[in-house]
């Protein structure tokens, strides 16, 4: 892992923090690489997250999921990046004003415009980040004589390994997420509701300089319910409440959340049941650590799994583990056979969670981000482990 | 316009009835269903999931919502549409537990083939299935199917809204509108743009927003367009993405936010200008004035039966022949479970499409004239009118501060 550890979003006079050209040449060079091994003439992006990848460009960021439709093209034979972006504000500068495409509304303006990208018509193998059920007229008109296959695998091949680059964001974003779980830790009282917190969380995040937090299910009060409920109400929390918060952040595109527990204004050397919840904490932690001690490179899904059910007292009702760079990523593992055959990679950076529930005492959650060194894991996020008297 | 504004006989209730809501969404569903020769929808669209269903999820980054996605499946025969979803706290109450079911990652092989399992119970080989949608996964999964795009079914569902759908839309506007006046003191030379977002998400979660729809923009204007951003077109840039940008006496800042209420989208647009006690010049005042005129004129056409083409040459003519939008955009557009939805007013459809966009009872549109004056930068705001039965109802209520 790298040694960086002057974490902040100003440009120093030195240099920044984080070599944004230098990264974006980095990740370029990967995926064309990545297209290269799996022998793709013309891979057709749509995600943002793999957009912004591929171009480097600051999107503008919008809640929830899009159809299919290209946004960025990568063609093999020129080297040459294509966005669609009507303008070149946050479109660095190695994509030149030819390589910008304007957005249309209409499909056939739109094909017209995909059609001038050079190199695109010859391609015999293409690859998409997603479908629709108008995908294949699409790309039968662009590229007559393509195969069209799966691009997932090459862009995983391409996104899960983080340069240092990658890591000094990931930190970035893992200073504020803390310091979202500091804010929302600091509001826990008698009368606050969970929509506030959310609010809270967006705040703090957004007040360090980021834009839009990755998620809104941030916190919940977890005294009761077998499950974390992760949209918010309007529920108040009283003294004694266990509440369940997990924020996150952007930066650079780059995620991390981190999970924790709190009691809300109780006295710390208060009941029975707190004593009670304290310990159970304990176990979670235990059985978190468990999972995070097997994320070694080589480990698969299953071996997780295995240390979960080991030292877990809960069924998995989410994901156990989930990878992470520009937001969530492959693999996921859990719940069920979900990600039983994931093969762990050195390099690759990975949320883990535990969440235990117990009758009468409540939902413990507890979730970390870490890097898979070569010799095993580290811990991203510093949040201090374990329940805490809010 | 009516005293009492009714849309196909009904008025608009101060709260949505929301069972009533989505009990007439699921009734237009099934008719669309029959009507385009569809077996079965299956919807993996963030918006399309919570149309169908009522079911809400927390707002999240389309990386995270495009892996924890919810799952409808509406078919002819059985039901209700059943929903699979990584957030059952999010099901409306009442939903049916026999149609709730665990998560499905459609993304990933085996859960793709999973979810082939479950539809093969409910539809024959050679079934045809509206998606709006789909994963390479379930690609290959559906091939004994024959798979259609959805589109036409569920927009002719959501094209007119019912009562309760435009009070959720109007609650969802007036949640925006409450934030963005706590938001508008702070507007001042040296603020970020991150700073007035940092307090804007603050505010919505506290006023009861389901979730924030999109970064909340606050763009600084050039005075000309020579000064860039550089377009493909040669037009205004806009809405590009913020950042923590400071903002500087004298900047004309064109406000752009959308928030949720219950699966429905506001839309916020208005022009601020920066400084200690901001007026504007004359000449801006002028701008405004003109985006007002056009505003009334294009307003006074706006009733069921009246093209889209009509509104827009309203518009032009107001404008001395000029369109009055952005070159990529729309005079209007409508809002509902999308921030931007059918109808599409001045596109690059072009004319054809506009004139067969009848207004009908229940459309909604935002309006958004642009007065761009070269030099002095422009005016733009938008303000949301659904169609009544005989005229149009406000959905927005903002001031145009510091504009007169």
Known sequence: ?390 | MADSPTVSGRMIPPRPDLARMHAERAGRLKEELERAGLDALLLLGTSNVSYATGARSPGSDASRALIARPVALLTREDGPAHLFTPYPDGAPDGFPPDHLHDALYPELADEAHRLAGLLAEHLGAGARIGCDELTHALRAELAEWEVVPAQAALGAAKLCKTVDELACIRRAQSINEAAMADVAPHLRPGVRQCDLTARFLRRIHELGASANAIDPIWQPMPANLGAGPWTTHGGVAFPTAGSDRFLREGDVVWVDSGIVFEGYASDFGRTWLVGERPRPTSRQQAQFERWRDVMQVTLDRVEPGVTALELCRAATDANGGTRPWIEHFYLAHGVGTDSAEMPLIGTDLGDAFDEQMVLAPGMVLVMEPVIWDDGAAGYRAEDIYAVTDDGWAPLSDYPFDPYR
Not at chain 1, 248 to 258: L, P, S
Not at chain 1, 290 to 297: L, Y
Request: net charge negative; aromatic share 4%; charged share 20%.
């Open chain 1, 1 to 390: 892992m790298s040694a960086v550890e002057h974490i902040g979003t100003m440009a120093l006079p030195e240099g920044g923090r984080v070599d944004f050209s230098r990264l974006r040449r980095e990740r370029r060079q990967r995926l064309f690489e990545a297209m290269a091994g799996a022998g793709v003439d013309a891979l057709v992006l749509g995600r943002p997250a793999n957009v912004a990848f591929a171009s480097g460009a600051r999107q503008l960021w919008t809640a929830g999921t899009r159809p299919f439709g290209p946004a960025c093209v990568l063609v093999a034979s020129t080297g040459r990046v294509h966005l669609l972006s009507t303008w070149d504000e946050g479109v660095p500068a190695e994509i030149p004003h030819r390589d910008l495409i304007g957005l249309s509304w209409n499909p056939v303006v739109v094909l017209a415009r995909l059609e001038s990208i050079d190199g695109l018509d010859r391609a015999s193998r293409v690859a998409t980040d997603g479908w629709g059920p108008s995908s294949s007229d699409l790309l039968s008109a662009l590229c007559p004589d393509a195969a069209v296959v799966d691009g997932s695998r090459l862009l995983h091949q391409a996104r899960a390994v983080k340069s240092p680059d990658e890591l000094t964001c990931l930190m970035t974003a893992a200073a504020v997420a803390e310091a979202a779980l500091s804010a929302m830790s600091q509001a826990l009282q008698p009368g606050v509701t969970e929509r506030q917190l959310v609010g809270v969380c967006a705040q703090a995040v957004s007040s360090l300089g980021l834009t839009c937090p990755p998620t809104e299910g941030v916190a919940w009060i977890s005294t009761d319910g077998a499950r974390p409920r992760r949209v918010a109400t309007d529920r108040a929390m009283a003294a004694g409440d266990l509440v369940a918060l997990n924020p996150g952040a952007i930066f650079a595109g780059y995620e991390v959340t981190v999970g924790r527990t709190r009691v809300v204004g109780a006295d710390a050397t208060g009941t029975g049941a707190h004593r009670f919840d304290s310990l159970s904490a304990l176990e979670v932690r235990a059985a978190l650590d468990a999972v995070i001690a097997e994320c070694r490179p080589g480990a698969t899904g299953a071996q997780l799994m295995e240390a979960w059910e080991r030292y877990g007292r809960s069924p998995l009702v989410e994901p156990l583990a989930w990878g992470l760079g520009l937001g969530v990523e492959p693999p996921v593992v859990g719940p069920g056979a979900t990600g039983r055959a994931a093969h762990i990679r050195a390099g690759a950076v990975l949320a883990v969670q535990a969440w235990s529930y117990r009758d009468g005492s409540g939902g413990i959650l507890e979730q970390d981000v870490i890097v898979v060194d070569p010799e095993g894991p580290t811990r991203l996020t510093r949040a201090r482990p374990g329940l805490l008297v809010g």
